[in-house]
């Protein structure tokens, strides 16, 4: 009897923790790519949501990549998002920080809820502009890499619109967004498409990175993915991870040793449980990992 209640009762509070929270709307959503000039490929099917039965939204075939905006009133500090026009702006007030946030989903599609708008409702909650990002899907990566790239041009060509510091400009990823925010911040070369106009005059790099138990930062032989240029000016950068998360963990470990190494200022916080995948939905240690991540970013100046 005990056991069942136990068992009941243990069910119960995972429920309640990976429970989806309502999303909040954007102030404007925009295209990554200009009409006819994005690089590379799309889909070869329709834009759909991937079904599952735990209340996240999944998408898959992306071939128009965009970027939700969540803008803050402009008070420099925590505050309310923007809204009306889009441009979040206040009097006196200065430019906020931004985060380009990148879902995961294993580069099949991104669960663009718990791993995209309940990121920008929490960073907004805590001053930080946020835009997240829907990049190319499925099994694109350099499509991806395109994406993210354009998108932090974006955000800096707009920065006065939008009222965000384009010195001020990071990303956070989770699982394969983790790679794909890993991947903007080292590299292999500067710009992974020619310039399709002036947006593309602005840096294409993060001033810092945020990975949230990232996914394919080794390779088989236990080395640094060579997608990751390690030579690159590579920006502060924050690693989350959980030691019971044994498919992805060991990638981290052998990242945050590459850092160590190429001297690149960063911290590895690694929690003794936590799984993979949770968000903000966490109810073990890794719980800690937004609070943690807020006290880093206002270490390094970004907030």
């Not at 009097?91 to 989903?105: D, F, L």
């Amino acid at each position: 009897m005990f056991s069942r209640l136990f068992a009941f009762l243990i069910l119960t509070v995972t429920a309640v923790a990976q429970t989806p929270t309502p999303p909040i709307a954007p102030t404007s959503t925009v295209d990554v790519w200009p009409e006819g000039k994005m690089p590379g490929k799309g889909a070869h099917e329709p834009e759909t949501a991937v079904p599952r039965n735990d209340g996240f939204h999944r998408i898959t075939n992306v071939s128009r990549p965009t970027l939700a905006l969540y803008l803050m009133a402009g008070t420099g500090g925590a505050g309310s998002p923007a809204t009306g026009s889009g441009q979040g702006s206040a009097a006196g007030a200065g430019p906020t920080p931004a985060m380009i946030v990148c879902p995961g989903g294993g580069y099949s599609y991104t669960v663009i809820d718990k791993e995209g708008t309940e990121i920008a409702a929490w960073l907004n909650s805590n001053g930080i502009s946020a835009l997240v990002l829907k990049y190319r899907t499925p099994n694109n990566r350099a499509g991806a890499l395109q994406d993210i790239q354009r998108a932090l041009s974006l955000a800096r060509a707009h920065a006065t619109e939008w009222n965000i510091d384009p010195k001020r400009v990071g990303v956070i990823g989770f699982s394969a967004g983790g790679n794909l925010a890993a991947k903007s911040s080292a590299p292999p070369e500067e710009r992974s498409y020619p310039a399709v106009d002036a947006v593309d005059q602005q840096s294409c790099r993060p001033d810092c990175a945020v990975l949230v138990y990232p996914a394919y930062l080794d390779d088989k032989a236990a080395h640094v993915s060579p997608d990751l240029n390690l030579k690159a000016a590579i920006p502060p950068t924050l690693i989350v991870h959980s030691e019971d998360d044994k498919t992805h963990v060991v990638g981290s470990k052998i990242y945050d040793a590459a850092l160590t190494e190429a001297k690149v200022a960063h911290e590895f916080k690694l929690y003794p449980t936590g799984g993979h995948g949770y968000g903000l939905h966490c109810d073990r240690d890794a719980k800690a990992w937004p609070q943690d991540a807020l006290e880093w970013l206002r270490k390094i100046g970004f907030r």
